[in-house]
């Protein structure tokens, strides 16, 4: 810039001050915790047990799983509200189909194929809906829910039965004292946040949520990349029904049930805009981890479900108000 | 400075002084965007603002209505003295400003509108529906409007010029008398231009003060009575429009002359690139039939509307085709942008924040997002090839500051537009479609892009350039196609190029065109 009267530039903020207002929402998030674990180990002698800690990570399996897809989604501006039902209709397809095959182990593999090919297939049609009628994905995500929901009751209203032995394994296996289920939501979260920050797709991700028309215009393939969203959404929750399924040993009715909102609210406490384009999967994992706890802790400390429900409901709004952003002038 | 105060103080004949800042500073993050600005503003007089993106404009508006405190200085409106306003108190004061992003509720009529802050109440407390009509209209009458603008109309069914009159209603029926105006030509189609001067002159004889912010010296020179020239947050000078002239107002606002701003046509005319036959695009362009050649700028001119948009667009693939064709490199042209941009089409479109950039994301992000094939390996991004590419691009396009990581919604205008051109000439392109360039960024940036314009037509690539600036399209173009309601009504060559030229074919009749007006088609070199 040539200058008559240069402006004075003070130096520069330091790098830490930068890195806090960067990654406030994630610092806010481990922060709180921090503190929840905190009082917990004070208040509650067995929260500090390991086998408890591990607990803890075993029961945020399912809402972290479905809370990646449900981040992956909302990150594009969208919500998927079928995940729940998707899960149930998973976990009910693969137990009625063991049912039918005599609760033969040979089953499995083949099973959990054509389970994830079916909740591959509600995440197609949830995507194709969308990106065709340009309806709200909230609308759309939601009257898919309401029919699967409706599909699910005709399936069975009563929990199935003949679920291999061998099936039920699976969700127990431990490799040391960690348990193969939460390896694999770990691999899973480090192959996604991978995808997120690294691959092609995952930076069109954010383009489209930022803004579909400009994102268009650069040359991005918006159709595409909110099918993919959905459809990995919608795979998510159909892991989450195999595993319900697996941790069950039943296939259960009630599968699933209230997901959607908890993922969105973890997605909503990791401090992911809810207008899309903007967060992190880190800020995420800390909201589906500072659930299980609290619930964990709540267990342990014997609070009765009702209040349960309304702590978790300070919190979530705590944590929102704490994210507000500065008025706009 | 001591123009400013002789000019406050002058003799009692003159108008009243309506608002006076006096030494005004702020500061953002150690950044001086204002430095002891002065200005002021009489009863009756339309006193322009003007200088380069990040010059302080926008800083000092914001002061003025309220939006941000001033860390020193003083503020004078009515005869009493204010460190700093606040929003309510601004207006309470008889601030009002027409922002170029209107703030109206397009699903409520126009008086509902006008008077949503203070709708005036009848019975029970209630709103007086009949006569909040009665004042809108009334408000309208004196902006000359009554006739056009139906006060139940909703505002969303109104052209663009008729919401900016509804916005200036607005401002009013809160008793405004300081009334900002944020380069209100700039989202005007140039026909709507003389009845916003109209209004603003019967503004001004009615007594109020106008501050007028435009990037359009000649608008200046049209309507106002005095301009001062901001440049890094610095009064420059303030001065008597009948006593100044462009290269002065340049000079200050720059701080250097621009002899010219219009780099030399250094390319030579290469093969066709692309070619529409009879092209029709929705039901607003007709029979469209234009080639563009390897190393020539073609523009495109025309008033708001007529087409040149719609046919920009159309050539990436957006907008449904009726009729026609287009051909590229002798096939059928691709028909989606992201086709387009593979095979090296790329549209730089109007209105960068709408459709050029994400805001909230970085500069390394809106950069890199038409080349992310060229920065992937099976779909995996390398940070260092985009970091590389990046950086490039930033050097290329002198995009300032050189800070990859800024956030793009922080970066001037100027800057703004750069990146949307920066992130498109990264990806090689073989013909660049330029909407409005330059609409609404400093004459530094200006020269710049039309630098970078030439150097794209030396290497070979074609350029079209749809713009509303008949000086650019002139210094520019080597041909001009004139649109008048989606057709092309005339082709001029450069020794034909005049602004009136263009202007009596882009404002001609139906009948005109039929009794054999149009200029005939150049000769191809």
Not at chain 1, 231 to 257: H, K, N, Q, W
Not at chain 1, 272 to 282: A, E, P, R, T, W
Request: proline share 5%; with cysteine.
């Amino acid at each position: 810039m040539t200058t008559i009267g240069t402006p004075v530039t003070a130096p520069p903020p330091p790098r830490w001050a930068t890195l806090i207002r960067n990654n406030a929402s994630i610092l806010l998030i481990y922060g709180l915790i921090l503190l929840v674990a905190g009082t917990a180990a004070i208040m509650a002698p067995n929260f500090r047990t390991p086998t408890n800690l591990v607990n803890i990570l075993r029961q945020s399996i399912i809402l972290g799983l479905i809370a990646i897809g449900q981040s992956m989604v909302i990150m594009t501006g969208g919500i998927d509200m079928s995940m729940a039902m998707v899960a149930r209709i998973v976990a009910l397809t693969v137990a009625t189909l063991f049912l039918a095959g005599g609760s033969d182990p040979a089953l499995i593999v083949p099973l959990v194929v054509v389970g994830l090919i079916v909740g591959a297939a509600f995440g197609l049609l949830n995507g194709l809906l969308i990106t065709r009628t340009h309806a709200s994905p909230f609308i759309i995500t939601f009257g898919i829910a309401s029919i699967l929901r409706g599909v699910n009751l005709a399936i069975s209203t009563t929990p199935i039965r003949g679920i291999p032995e061998e099936y039920l394994l699976v969700y127990d296996a431990k490799i040391g004292i960690v348990p193969i289920n939460v390896l694999v939501m770990g691999l899973l979260w480090y192959l996604v946040w991978l995808f997120s920050t690294r691959a092609r797709t995952g930076r069109a991700l954010f383009a489209v949520g930022g803004s579909e028309r400009v994102a268009r215009l650069s040359a991005i393939n918006v159709d595409r990349t909110l099918v993919i969203a959905y459809v990995f959404s919608a795979v998510c929750a159909a892991i989450a029904g195999l595993f319900i399924l697996s941790r069950t040993g039943v296939g259960d009715p009630g599968t699933a049930e209230g997901m959607d909102f908890q993922s969105v609210v973890a997605v909503a406490l990791g401090g992911i805009s809810m207008y899309g384009g903007k967060g992190s999967l880190i800020g995420t994992l800390g909201g589906v981890l500072l659930i299980a706890m609290l619930s964990n802790v709540f267990n342990l400390l014997q609070v009765d479900i009702y209040y349960q429900q309304l702590l978790l409901g300070l919190v979530v709004l705590i944590a929102v108000a704490a994210y507000k952003s500065p008025r706009s002038a | 400075m001591t123009e400013q105060t002789s000019l406050s103080t002058a003799s009692s004949t003159a108008p009243p002084v309506l608002l006076y800042l006096n030494g005004i500073f702020k500061t953002f993050g150690g950044i001086h965007a204002l430095s002891g600005v002065t200005f002021d503003l009489r009863a009756g007089e339309v006193h322009a603002l003007v200088g380069e993106n990040g010059a302080g404009k926008s800083t000092l508006i914001k002061v003025i209505t309220g939006a941000y405190t001033p860390d020193a200085g003083v503020i004078e409106i009515g005869g009493e003295r204010y460190a700093g306003l606040d929003p309510e108190l601004a207006r309470s004061l008889g601030v009002g400003a027409v922002y170029q992003e209107f703030n109206l509720l397009p699903e409520l009529s126009v008086a509902e509108n006008i008077l949503l802050a203070k709708p005036p109440l009848g019975r029970f407390g209630l709103i007086d529906t009949a006569e909040r009509a009665r004042q809108a209209v009334q408000l309208l009458e004196r902006l000359g409007a009554a006739g056009q603008i139906d006060p139940y109309q909703l505002v969303k069914n109104l052209t663009v010029g008729e919401q900016q009159i509804v916005e200036i209603a607005k401002a009013l029926a809160l008793r405004a008398h300081i009334l900002i105006m944020d380069e209100p030509s700039a989202v005007l189609p140039s026909r709507d231009l003389d009845r916003l001067f109209a209004v603003i002159r019967t503004l001004r004889a009615e007594g109020h003060g106008i501050i007028y912010i435009s990037h359009r010296l000649n608008e200046i020179f049209e309507l106002a009575d005095r301009v001062t020239v901001l440049k890094d947050g610095h009064t420059m000078a303030t001065a008597q429009v009948a006593e100044t002239n462009t290269p002065d107002l340049v000079k200050l606002m720059v701080g250097r002359s621009l002899t010219d701003l219009y780099p030399p046509h250094d390319a030579a005319r290469g093969d066709v690139l692309l070619e529409t036959r009879g092209l029709n695009v929705e039901d607003t362009v007709f029979d469209v039939s234009l080639q563009v050649h390897r190393g020539e700028v073609l523009g495109l001119a025309g008033l708001g509307g007529s087409g040149r948009t719609t046919v920009c667009r159309a050539l990436v693939g957006l907008g449904r085709i009726r009729g026609g064709s287009v051909t590229y490199l002798d096939k059928a042209a691709p028909r989606s942008p992201a086709a387009a941009a593979h095979e090296g089409i790329v549209l730089i479109p109007e209105d960068r924040k709408a459709y050029g950039l994400i805001l909230n994301q970085t500069m390394r992000f809106n950069l890199s997002l038409p080349n992310l094939d060229h920065l992937q390996h099976f779909g995996v991004l390398y940070p260092n090839e985009e970091r590389d590419a990046v950086k490039q691009a930033i050097t290329d396009i002198q995009i300032r500051p050189a800070a990859p990581e800024i956030t793009a919604e922080n970066l001037s205008g100027g800057n703004q537009q750069k990146i949307v051109v920066g992130k498109w000439l990264l990806t090689h392109p073989k013909l660049v479609i330029f909407d409005e360039p330059t609409r609404g960024i400093d004459v530094g940036a200006k020269a710049e892009i039309y630098l970078r314009i030439r150097e794209l037509t030396r290497q070979g690539v074609g350029v079209i350039m749809a713009s509303s600036e008949l000086p650019e399209l002139i210094g520019m173009s080597d041909r001009i196609l004139v649109f008048h309601e989606g057709r092309i009504v005339g082709e001029l060559s450069r020794e034909q190029f005049s602004e009136e030229a263009i202007m009596q074919l882009a404002t001609a009749t139906k009948a005109d065109i039929a009794s054999g007006t149009p200029i005939p088609a150049a000769p191809s070199a």
